[in-house]
């Protein structure tokens, strides 16, 4: 099928043929204006043309009339584009022979539907015309005749015969004139037809007859026979005009077009696909066996129904509530794309989304409607499980509010309390505190910036050898005091001589089990929980989880983003909600499976398998042994003061000078050859940012062949690829905010002193 799509407006154009051309069977054309599309017009007999209302040369509706004066464009479906709902552009469009409009911004489903269904039309047109084609072939192709009866006589004869009659009876006009064309007839004696006949030629009456005739040599053939007294019946007569036509072919035509109706009759009762009939008063006069199955009947017991009758199991429902279908068809006007919901027998909902077009006798008088209609269940699902989702977002974002708040209020408050409380040991408990809430308030950070991570396929994973077995004993260690206060066991076993060594990376396998173990200590009350470690294969690990909390209903939905449990099991615990989809995502990362058994009431097991493949065993890494970094000049640049405040601070408790400054043009003008021994700089500072300032240096030490200093970026935006842009910039290292004591002190172990023998060459100086 060919379609024209006639827009102006670039973007448009391309998007409405990138929609188009992936309906199957379907060759797309674009043009920009009136004068290409009746250009492209003279080339291709196009099935469907989309015009925009205003174009360059012209508007889409003097361009639809004009086609539509035109033969071959007579029937061609012809769309409006517009984003003008003004009624009277409308009714122009409809007297200048549009079929169809579409308003702008166009829906890309109902553009596809629409323009399916139009093709659908033209499909079903081009069928149809190719049938009454070859109709009209057989109609020209058989023998049809003139004779012409003397009604005045008792015998009628023959006064008149045209060449027609000669072919069609194989007699020559000397051998039929002034007889009687009786003998033409090749029924039986007795027959109904040929007594009717008789009556009608005595009578002199007008008449229509189907009968056999028998050619000169003997031939029958089927002919149709139309007599016309002239100038009128009875007593008026003077003439009878017979018009005959040897209509055997068509005889077999229509046996032809019997054997292809009853074959898409057949198409249509095995389509799952609705297809319906209405007469003129709404009833049904036929349903394909898709929709008699779906109401459990049959096909008799719904004919002479109407949509009203069946009741509330076929109504349309476009989000107001349910409506009257029946009510729907009254105006006589085609619908299309409605939303009907058909209710089963077992009370399950089947939607189905039905387009019906009027149809009218050749008088124009209207006949009923032909209807079809497409199971959409699947689609209305999604689009359910999309609002739904949705809402779980909303209400994801209200929890993320407050487990946000919280700390923060912790945090503030707690510091502004600290001003005015003199007890060190007051003052300890308030500072533990803001530590915990800052910990908090930094695992749900965490917690987001991991989802994005998963949900954006940018984790990266390490691989490093460590042992399975520690790092299991490790997390039982760590909430074992947790478990203690609500008097739960908290176990560990192992099975299996796999081996406890495994490469993978321990970081997130260790955050997998974590979560798991929070989870189960958060949702259970009395009892136990045990971790089993099953180490029986060398080339992938177990681990389960049990617990005998309060258990799940539906274990499946726990696992996705931005759901918890309910909302009151929500208020009860903290927590972001996302600790199981970021679960489910590393795991999946790194190739493995999840899965939960679980009982209402009797706890759950959530069980995982990785393929972390078995290593040699390895010595534990050295602890980090405490630094000094005496007769060290580092130069710090942050425009938070915060920041810069608590850099200097530790930097200054490992025993460093420290220049600091506000942003990175202060720190350009500051940093000199020689003077610093490494430097720590924000990345995102006013004037000038850090990876610009590293640049510059770079250049400065290459251009005057100086040694090259050791640079750390400080950032808050520490992802793998924004982390190689730092490096590419010429930093050295990275360090993730929020910044403590111990990442500083290990990326900077190198510059240890206690055990130097020389002064440091660069001395500091005041900042």
């Not at 674009?30 to 003279?42: H, I, L």
């Not at 166009?106 to 079903?124: D, F, K, S, Y």
């Not at 009860?572 to 600790?579: F, H, Q, T």
Request: hydrophobic share 45%; charged share 25%; proline share 4%.
């Amino acid at each position: 099928m060919l379609i024209a799509v006639v827009e102006d407006n670039e973007v448009i154009l391309s998007v409405l043929l990138s929609t188009l051309e992936v309906i199957d069977g379907c060759v797309v054309h674009g043009f920009d204006s009136v004068g290409g599309a009746f250009a492209g017009c003279e080339d291709h007999l196009f099935d469907l043309m989309i015009f925009d209302y205003r174009l360059p040369d012209g508007n889409g509706i003097d361009a639809i009339r004009k086609l539509r004066a035109k033969e071959r464009y007579r029937h061609v479906p012809l769309v409006m584009l517009t984003g003008d709902n003004d009624i009277a552009v409308r009714l122009d469009a409809i007297r200048a022979g549009a079929t169809d409009f579409l308003t702008k911004p166009v829906n890309i489903e109902e553009l596809r539907l629409r323009v399916g269904n139009l093709l659908a039309m033209r499909r079903a047109q081009c069928a149809a015309a190719e049938r009454e084609a070859l109709l009209d072939a057989v109609i020209e192709a058989s023998t049809a005749s003139i004779a012409i009866g003397d009604a005045t006589q008792p015998e009628t004869p023959l006064i008149y015969v045209n060449a027609a009659f000669e072919r069609l009876s194989g007699y020559s006009r000397k051998e039929v004139l002034a007889q009687n064309c009786r003998f033409l007839n090749a029924e039986p004696p007795g027959a109904q037809v040929r007594d009717d006949l008789r009556r009608t030629v005595a009578g002199r009456l007008a008449g229509q007859f189907r009968l056999r005739n028998r050619r000169r040599h003997g031939e029958e053939f089927w002919n149709q026979l139309d007599l016309r007294p002239v100038p009128g019946p009875g007593a008026d007569a003077r003439y009878i005009v017979a018009t005959q036509f040897d209509i055997s072919r068509e005889v077999e035509a229509r046996n032809s077009r019997d054997r292809i109706d009853a074959r898409l009759s057949d198409i249509a009762q095995l389509s799952a696909a609705w297809f319906f009939e209405l007469d003129s008063d709404l009833r049904l006069v036929y349903v394909s066996r898709a929709v008699s199955d779906a109401l459990s009947t049959t096909p008799q017991e719904l004919y002479g129904l109407t949509f009203e009758q069946i009741g509330g199991k076929i109504v349309i429902d476009e989000g107001r509530g349910p409506a009257s279908l029946h009510e729907r068809l009254l105006p006589r006007k085609a619908l299309s794309n409605l939303p009907v919901m058909v209710t089963l027998p077992d009370q399950s909902v089947l939607w189905v989304q039905t387009s019906v077009i009027p149809f009218y006798t050749t008088s124009g008088a209207f006949e009923g409607f032909r209807g079809f209609g497409s199971d959409v269940s699947e689609i209305v699902a999604a689009r359910d499980a999309a609002r739904q989702a949705e809402r779980a977002k909303s209400s994801f974002l209200a929890m993320m509010g407050h487990e946000l708040q919280t700390p923060i209020t912790a945090i503030s408050g707690l510091a502004e309390l600290l001003e005015s409380v003199e007890n060190p040991a007051e003052r300890q408990a308030h500072l533990a505190t803001i530590r915990d809430a800052a910990g908090r308030l930094s695992s749900v950070f965490s917690d987001v910036l991991d989802q994005v991570q998963i949900e954006s396929g940018q984790l990266t994973l390490a691989q490093s050898p460590f042992s399975m077995v520690a790092l299991c004993e490790e997390v039982r260690t760590l909430f074992s005091t947790a478990a203690e206060a609500k008097s739960l066991a908290l176990t560990l076993s192992v099975t299996g001589q796999g081996g406890a060594y495994r490469i993978g990376d321990p970081v997130r396998v260790r955050q997998i089990l974590k979560n798991l173990v929070c989870n189960a200590i958060k949702f259970t009350e009395a009892g136990s929980i045990e971790i089993r470690l099953d180490l029986t294969t060398a080339d992938a690990l177990q681990v389960e989880v049990a617990d005998t909390g309060i258990g799940l209903a539906d274990a499946e939905r726990i696992f996705a983003a931005f759901v918890q449990l309910d909302d009151g099991i929500a208020r009860r615990s903290e927590g972001s909600g996302l600790g199981l989809s970021i679960t489910r995502g590393l795991i999946t990362a790194m190739q493995g499976e999840i899965s939960v058994s679980s009982r209402i009431g009797a706890g759950a097991t959530f069980r995982f398998s990785l393929p972390l493949p078995a290593c040699d065993a390895v010595l534990p890494a050295e602890r980090p042994q405490k630094i000094s970094l005496q007769r060290r000049h580092i130069l710090v640049a942050d425009d938070n003061h915060a920041n810069r405040k608590i850099l200097s601070m530790i930097l200054e408790r490992l025993g460093a000078a420290v220049t600091v400054c506000e942003d990175g043009a202060e720190a350009l003008e500051i940093w000199e050859p020689h003077r610093f021994d490494a430097l720590l700089l924000d990345i995102n500072m006013p004037r000038l940012a850090g990876t610009d300032v590293m640049r510059e240096i770079r250049h400065r030490e290459a251009a005057g062949d100086l040694p090259r200093i050791f640079a750390c970026a400080v950032s808050a935006n520490a992802r793998p690829e924004q982390v190689a842009g730092y490096l590419d910039a010429g930093f050295d290292d990275c360090i993730a905010k929020p910044i403590g004591r111990d990442n500083i002190a290990a990326m900077l172990s190198w510059l240890d002193t206690t055990s130097l023998s020389e002064p440091s060459m660069r001395e500091p100086q005041a900042s």
